[in-house]
């Protein structure tokens, strides 16, 4: 299946990743981490999702395998109702996971069409039909440079209603772009986006620097609801602490003007045998434990607003 897939792949990246710098930024995203992401992102919308005759839109722009969209439709079925139509779509730069992509869609009746090769930030495949989406899922890949990029970003960020015009960030570390070009994609009458970020797009950049400038308008827009700081060691090739970002244009009213903060790096278990860097795992309750303190939007010893 789908997981097993990503596992393979990342462990072949693991093994030969040092031959190849362009590769090592490239995470598979964990499966405990990606069903808290999906989470996050669906469980306020039970009530939204429930109508009748409900058909969305979930995107991936680094979809790598596909397990991120397979894995968000899967949980709107089971939490939901196996009647709500999730049409999936997504982009990704390496030939090799795309394939394994789109054969994966072609083999379980998707939409294999849906799927794009290339670079998202320089090769929007949905740019033509200017498509916007009601869900967005990303884990972008962390500190790798977007220079082959750079020519084609600088020329949109110029743009006053280009994808990048706020700023952007430096050319060490494509990460904000992504969250930009997400942001890009939101309906007008309602997107929600889950990201996973590791650091860098928190505290890198000083006081109207590239990076300092987006974040000063994701905040602004208050589109950016929560970020959960996630246990060290949960990924197979970096230990390197990671936070989701929670991104919306359609807070509920006791959300407006707030931004919650959960401190999510206590809820692991350890696993008696290291897979690569990953040595701990986010168990279902953990997630539940999350989940409901991030639901229940109270200040204590987990959760700042």
Not at 59 to 77: A, E, F, R, S
Not at 128 to 157: A, H, L, Q
Not at 286 to 293: A, E, G, N, P, Q
């Amino acid at each position: 299946d789908n997981h097993l897939m990503g596992s393979i792949f990342e462990e072949l990246l693991r093994k030969f990743s040092e031959m190849s710098n362009e590769t090592s930024g490239e995470h598979y995203t964990p499966r405990d981490i990606v069903n808290l992401l999906v989470s996050l992102v669906f469980s306020p919308e039970i009530d939204e999702l429930s109508k009748p005759n409900k058909i969305v839109s979930l995107y991936d722009p680094c979809c790598g395998t596909g397990g991120m969209l397979t894995v968000g439709k899967d949980w709107i079925q089971e939490n939901v109702s196996k009647d709500v139509e999730v049409n999936m779509f997504g982009q990704e730069l390496n030939p090799q996971t795309y394939s394994i992509c789109k054969s994966d869609f072609l083999i379980t009746n998707e939409q294999p069409e849906n799927i794009k090769l290339g670079s998202t930030l320089s090769k929007d495949g949905y740019q033509d039909t200017n498509r916007k989406f009601d869900y967005m899922i990303c884990n972008p890949p962390y500190g790798v440079s977007w220079k082959k990029d750079e020519k084609f970003v600088k020329n949109e960020s110029k743009e006053p209603d280009g994808r990048f015009s706020v700023g952007t960030p430096r050319t060490s570390d494509g990460q904000l772009l992504f969250l930009q070009h997400m942001i890009s994609k939101m309906e007008p009458n309602g997107s929600r986006i889950g990201v996973v970020f590791n650091s860098s797009p928190l505290f890198t950049g000083d006081s109207g620097s590239g990076e300092s400038e987006i974040r000063r308008w994701i905040i602004e827009n208050d589109w950016l609801e929560t970020i959960v700081q996630l246990p060290t060691n949960m990924f197979f090739n970096t230990s390197i602490p990671t936070f989701i970002w929670i991104v919306t244009n359609k807070k509920p009213d006791h959300r407006k003007g707030k931004i919650q903060l959960i401190k999510g790096d206590e809820f692991y278990r350890s696993i008696n045998r290291n897979l690569g860097s990953k040595n701990r795992i986010i168990t279902d309750d953990d997630i539940s434990k999350i989940v409901t303190t991030y639901k229940n939007f109270t200040e204590n010893e987990f959760s700042k607003i």
